[in-house]
């Protein structure tokens, strides 16, 4: 797996979109500050991948989403095994605080695919062929495609702070403990746990076994197979002597039902024929007929008179005036006479409103000058008020002013002084304009309201007027309408006519009504005698017609014919034919019941011998003879089933036997690997070749990491270095300096990868990414890691990234993001 792209936005302190660009990257460096994000951006390519991340606690995906935010998401574009994919995740949180994966997928991405065309694009957009739309499906895809599960993906490609450090220098059983750890191995106790688990539920299985087969040997002995043969012989053979004798028991069942039928037949027609008798009022009926038709054509009579009658009161009626325009005429001569009396009080009104708008119009005049006199006296006033002020101001001066001086107030010389005069004048004008207005005010008050009062009077004195006119109008329209209207006294006596003719109309109709009543009583008198007439001649037919067919055995006299005029006449013929029919029908009921009986002997014969049959077969016998063939056939099916039971239990012991005898291989086999891998030494010898694996290959990278000085070699679980720079000597790794360890761990990290790498032989390692922290090396360690570093890189099997706070490598490396972070979010800018 090679990370070709990054997309982050609003994940950990990542708020904002950010791109991180590692298309042509095969060495590079994060770099910046403790706390800037440096390892976040790590965690965002596991966190894509595998919706985990290993510093946090979990699958949990709190983590995930800025603090306050509301959505994370992620995208990366990488390639794995010569093909590109895009991988998303969003997290969102909801109304109620809870963090979840909303949006997960993968898709595949075209060959001409080109990432820097994303450049500005959102996290989420889709990019290729979905492979995986949902966290589930997303999780076993990655798993195909990049070869590696979560645990073995942050050992091989992902390498977090302190993992392989530690494991150079642990003590012999730490060190077991971690490769068990890593390599898996704790599968082994699984598999002698699965084995024992195994051999106790053999042990359960090969125990309900036997009891299976005790209870089937029971069931299946040869004795029991043996009877039920016979049982089944038995019945096949009643099966054969039935099937022989049903066509000769058949044709005697025939002849006796034919027998029994005609029997019957011939007792049914005795019973109809003994039935034949005249119902009691047959002769009432036709007397009855006709007197509710004498009755019918009397009230027709009556119905024809009244019905004339009714037919010239309504000619009369109908030569009397309308009473409806009689009275509209009465009613406009009362409204004619009513609207001239109003039209007296509208005059009489109309007089009052004049004199009372004369009235009203002298007072406005009144009013109208006394307000006049009253402005023209504050007019007055107000001139004698600027006549004293202008007295005053002079008598002032009158002291300033000196014969030969020049006036203060036109600057001319003064010739002659004026006389002293007394200042006062002023407030004295004062006081009679403050008097005067007043006075001019409540005359103009009383102006406004004689002018009010008068616009009233007017306004009430059109009023009226404009009511008299209407009046007035009225008046003359209605009494051109009326113009001609017979009197008052002729009106009524127009209507006191017609009120005659109407009551005559009335009674007429009555009458009728009455007599259309007793027309339709009388009708439906005579229906229902019809009626009873009908169905008493239905019940006649239906008894002549039940006995008119011709007997069994020879033919029965005629029924007589039938005279459809008197039902009485009818009943008497068919009571006498019946008499002598019934005579007939007795001597062949006789012959027909001889043969009935003779017909059941001989089929009671058959049947007791079959019955002895099916005694001897121990097989219930069925009442009906059409059931004999369904008995037997049901009796040989139950045997035959009875008999396949056992031998059914008989090859179900067979085969349990067979399976109880895989089951012990089975047990065997889990057994003896249970115990196998009990023993305390299979888990050391396990570790031990793991050891030696990963040692080899880590002295195989170690030494071309050292130039060739360093071999890596273990002995009683202790890891020793050989120094080729040294005459060979083999040394303990802990005297190997901060450089060399750092070598050393790396060397055993990339073969644990490699080790781990081939259990998954789909997985794709195409990169290796360090999150190692580098502060606490001294210069010339330094100068070695980064040495190393580079020596990996120029290996070109692999993308190399690095994360590190410490300048002095971050400049050896070719391609650095430096990652900084401000108050609002991290930001990451590509140097080289």
């Given at each position: 797996?090679?990370?070709?792209?990054?997309?982050?936005?609003?994940?950990?302190?990542?708020?904002?979109?950010?791109?991180?660009?590692?298309?042509?990257?095969?060495?590079?460096?994060?770099?910046?500050?403790?706390?800037?994000?440096?390892?976040?951006?790590?965690?965002?390519?596991?966190?894509s991948l595998y919706g985990q991340v290993p510093r946090w606690s979990g699958k949990t995906v709190v983590?995930?989403?800025?603090?306050?935010?509301?959505?994370?998401?992620?995208?990366?574009?990488?390639?794995?095994?010569?093909?590109?994919?895009?991988?998303?995740?969003?997290?969102?949180?909801?109304?109620?605080?809870?963090?979840?994966?909303?949006?997960?997928?993968?898709?595949?991405?075209?060959?001409?695919?080109?990432?820097?065309?994303?450049?500005?694009?959102?996290?989420?957009?889709?990019?290729?062929?979905?492979?995986?739309?949902?966290?589930?499906?997303?999780?076993?895809?990655?798993?195909?495609?990049?070869?590696?599960?979560?645990?073995?993906?942050?050992?091989?490609?992902?390498?977090?702070?302190?993992?392989?450090?530690?494991?150079?220098?642990?003590?012999?059983?730490?060190?077991?403990?971690?490769?068990?750890?890593?390599?898996?191995?704790?599968?082994?106790?699984?598999?002698?746990?699965?084995?024992?688990?195994?051999?106790?539920?053999?042990?359960?299985?090969?125990?309900?076994?036997?009891?299976?087969?005790?209870?089937?040997?029971?069931?299946?002995?040869?004795?029991?197979?043996?009877?039920?043969?016979?049982?089944?012989?038995?019945?096949?053979?009643?099966?054969?002597?039935?099937?022989?004798?049903?066509?000769?028991?058949?044709?005697?069942?025939?002849?006796?039902?034919?027998?029994?039928?005609?029997?019957?037949?011939?007792?049914?027609?005795?019973?109809?024929?003994?039935?034949?008798?005249?119902?009691?009022?047959?002769?009432?009926?036709?007397?009855?007929?006709?007197?509710?038709?004498?009755?019918?054509?009397?009230?027709?009579?009556?119905?024809?008179?009244?019905?004339?009658?009714?037919?010239?009161?309504?000619?009369?009626?109908?030569?009397?005036?309308?009473?409806?325009?009689?009275?509209?005429?009465?009613?406009?001569?009362?409204?004619?006479?009513?609207?001239?009396?109003?039209?007296?009080?509208?005059?009489?009104?109309?007089?009052?409103?004049?004199?009372?708008?004369?009235?009203?119009?002298?007072?406005?005049?009144?009013?109208?000058?006394?307000?006049?006199?009253?402005?023209?006296?504050?007019?007055?006033?107000?001139?004698?008020?600027?006549?004293?002020?202008?007295?005053?101001?002079?008598?002032?001066?009158?002291?300033?002013?000196?014969?030969?001086?020049?006036?203060?107030?036109?600057?001319?010389?003064?010739?002659?002084?004026?006389?002293?005069?007394?200042?006062?004048?002023?407030?004295?004008?004062?006081?009679?304009?403050?008097?005067?207005?007043?006075?001019?005010?409540?005359?103009?008050?009383?102006?406004?309201?004689?002018?009010?009062?008068?616009?009233?009077?007017?306004?009430?004195?059109?009023?009226?007027?404009?009511?008299?006119?209407?009046?007035?109008?009225?008046?003359?329209?209605?009494?051109?309408?009326?113009?001609?209207?017979?009197?008052?006294?002729?009106?009524?006596?127009?209507?006191?006519?017609?009120?005659?003719?109407?009551?005559?109309?009335?009674?007429?109709?009555?009458?009728?009504?009455?007599?259309?009543?007793?027309?339709?009583?009388?009708?439906?008198?005579?229906?229902?005698?019809?009626?009873?007439?009908?169905?008493?001649?239905?019940?006649?037919?239906?008894?002549?017609?039940?006995?008119?067919s011709v007997v069994p055995g020879g033919p029965v006299v005629a029924p007589p014919p039938v005279d459809?005029?008197?039902?009485?006449?009818?009943?008497?013929?068919?009571?006498?034919?019946?008499?002598?029919?019934?005579?007939?029908?007795?001597?062949?009921?006789?012959?027909?019941?001889?043969?009935?009986?003779?017909?059941?002997?001989?089929?009671?014969?058959?049947?007791?011998?079959?019955?002895?049959?099916?005694?001897?077969?121990?097989?219930?016998?069925?009442?009906?003879?059409?059931?004999?063939?369904?008995?037997?056939?049901?009796?040989?099916?139950?045997?035959?089933?009875?008999?396949?039971?056992?031998?059914?239990?008989?090859?179900?012991?067979?085969?349990?036997?067979?399976?109880?005898?895989?089951?012990?291989?089975?047990?065997?086999?889990?057994?003896?690997?249970?115990?196998?891998?009990?023993?305390?030494?299979?888990?050391?010898?396990?570790?031990?070749?793991?050891?030696?694996?990963?040692?080899?290959?880590?002295?195989?990278?170690?030494?071309?990491?050292?130039?060739?000085?360093?071999?890596?070699?273990?002995?009683?679980?202790?890891?020793?270095?050989?120094?080729?720079?040294?005459?060979?000597?083999?040394?303990?790794?802990?005297?190997?300096?901060?450089?060399?360890?750092?070598?050393?761990?790396?060397?055993?990290?990339?073969?644990?990868?490699?080790?781990?790498?081939?259990?998954?032989?789909?997985?794709?390692?195409?990169?290796?990414?360090?999150?190692?922290g580098f502060g606490t090396l001294d210069s010339s360690t330094l100068d070695v890691v980064a040495a190393?570093?580079?020596?990996?890189?120029?290996?070109?099997?692999?993308?190399?990234?690095?994360?590190?706070?410490?300048?002095?490598?971050?400049?050896?490396?070719?391609?650095?993001?430096?990652?900084?972070?401000?108050?609002?979010?991290?930001?990451?800018?590509?140097?080289?």
């Amino acid at each position: 797996m090679r990370p070709l792209r990054l997309d982050l936005r609003g994940f950990a302190i990542f708020r904002e979109h950010t791109v991180i660009d590692l298309t042509d990257a095969d060495f590079f460096a994060l770099v910046g500050p403790t706390g800037s994000g440096k390892s976040t951006i790590l965690d965002a390519i596991c966190f894509s991948l595998y919706g985990q991340v290993p510093r946090w606690s979990g699958k949990t995906v709190v983590n995930a989403l800025a603090p306050s935010g509301i959505e994370a998401a992620v995208r990366m574009i990488f390639e794995s095994g010569g093909r590109r994919y895009a991988v998303t995740r969003v997290v969102r949180r909801d109304g109620k605080g809870r963090v979840a994966t909303k949006q997960a997928g993968l898709q595949l991405l075209p060959p001409t695919f080109n990432v820097a065309v994303l450049d500005g694009d959102e996290p989420v957009e889709e990019l290729g062929q979905t492979l995986a739309g949902t966290p589930v499906e997303l999780d076993a895809a990655v798993a195909d495609v990049v070869g590696l599960p979560y645990d073995q993906f942050i050992k091989c490609v992902l390498l977090p702070q302190g993992e392989f450090a530690a494991f150079l220098h642990a003590k012999p059983a730490e060190r077991q403990e971690i490769l068990v750890k890593l390599l898996g191995l704790e599968v082994y106790e699984q598999i002698r746990e699965k084995a024992a688990e195994r051999d106790k539920a053999a042990a359960h299985q090969l125990s309900a076994t036997e009891r299976l087969l005790a209870d089937l040997a029971a069931e299946s002995d040869d004795g029991l197979l043996a009877a039920a043969q016979e049982r089944v012989d038995a019945v096949e053979a009643l099966a054969a002597r039935v099937v022989a004798e049903a066509p000769g028991l058949s044709a005697l069942d025939a002849q006796r039902r034919a027998a029994v039928e005609a029997l019957a037949v011939v007792d049914g027609r005795l019973t109809a024929l003994g039935r034949i008798a005249a119902p009691a009022d047959a002769g009432a009926l036709a007397t009855a007929g006709q007197q509710a038709k004498a009755r019918l054509a009397g009230v027709a009579d009556e119905l024809t008179a009244a019905e004339e009658h009714e037919e010239k009161a309504r000619a009369r009626l109908e030569a009397t005036v309308d009473p409806a325009d009689v009275k509209r005429t009465l009613d406009g001569l009362a409204q004619l006479a009513a609207l001239r009396a109003r039209q007296g009080d509208g005059a009489t009104a109309l007089t009052q409103a004049d004199k009372a708008h004369a009235a009203s119009m002298r007072t406005v005049e009144q009013a109208t000058k006394l307000a006049k006199g009253k402005a023209d006296e504050v007019v007055h006033a107000q001139h004698a008020l600027e006549e004293a002020r202008n007295t005053d101001r002079v008598a002032v001066l009158r002291p300033l002013l000196q014969v030969g001086h020049a006036c203060p107030v036109c600057e001319q010389s003064v010739a002659t002084l004026p006389a002293q005069r007394e200042v006062g004048a002023t407030v004295a004008a004062q006081d009679r304009l403050k008097r005067v207005r007043a006075e001019a005010e409540k005359a103009d008050r009383d102006r406004q309201t004689a002018d009010d009062a008068a616009r009233d009077t007017d306004r009430r004195l059109a009023s009226i007027r404009a009511r008299k006119e209407q009046l007035d109008q009225e008046i003359v329209q209605l009494a051109e309408v009326l113009a001609g209207a017979p009197e008052e006294a002729e009106l009524h006596a127009q209507l006191a006519a017609h009120a005659q003719a109407k009551q005559a109309l009335d009674r007429a109709g009555a009458a009728r009504r009455r007599a259309m009543e007793q027309q339709r009583a009388a009708l439906a008198e005579v229906q229902r005698v019809d009626d009873r007439l009908r169905a008493a001649w239905r019940i006649f037919d239906t008894a002549r017609d039940s006995v008119a067919s011709v007997v069994p055995g020879g033919p029965v006299v005629a029924p007589p014919p039938v005279d459809r005029e008197d039902l009485q006449a009818a009943w008497a013929g068919l009571a006498e034919w019946a008499k002598q029919a019934g005579q007939q029908l007795t001597t062949l009921r006789t012959e027909a019941d001889q043969a009935a009986r003779q017909a059941t002997a001989s089929e009671e014969t058959v049947l007791d011998r079959i019955r002895d049959w099916f005694d001897e077969a121990e097989v219930a016998m069925p009442r009906e003879i059409a059931g004999l063939d369904r008995a037997v056939t049901v009796a040989v099916e139950r045997a035959a089933a009875a008999r396949d039971k056992i031998l059914d239990a008989r090859k179900r012991a067979d085969d349990l036997r067979k399976q109880r005898k895989q089951i012990e291989t089975e047990r065997a086999v889990a057994a003896t690997l249970a115990q196998h891998l009990k023993a305390n030494n299979f888990e050391a010898w396990l570790l031990e070749e793991a050891l030696d694996a990963l040692v080899a290959g880590a002295s195989e990278i170690l030494r071309e990491l050292s130039a060739g000085q360093y071999d890596l070699m273990h002995r009683n679980r202790e890891f020793f270095v050989v120094d080729h720079h040294d005459a060979g000597l083999t040394r303990p790794v802990r005297t190997l300096s901060g450089g060399e360890t750092f070598q050393a761990s790396l060397a055993l990290a990339l073969s644990l990868a490699d080790q781990l790498a081939g259990m998954a032989h789909a997985a794709s390692l195409d990169s290796i990414l360090l999150d190692e922290g580098f502060g606490t090396l001294d210069s010339s360690t330094l100068d070695v890691v980064a040495a190393t570093l580079e020596n990996l890189a120029a290996r070109g099997d692999r993308m190399v990234g690095v994360v590190t706070h410490v300048a002095a490598l971050a400049e050896r490396i070719p391609v650095r993001f430096e990652v900084r972070k401000d108050a609002r979010t991290a930001r990451v800018d590509r140097i080289g």
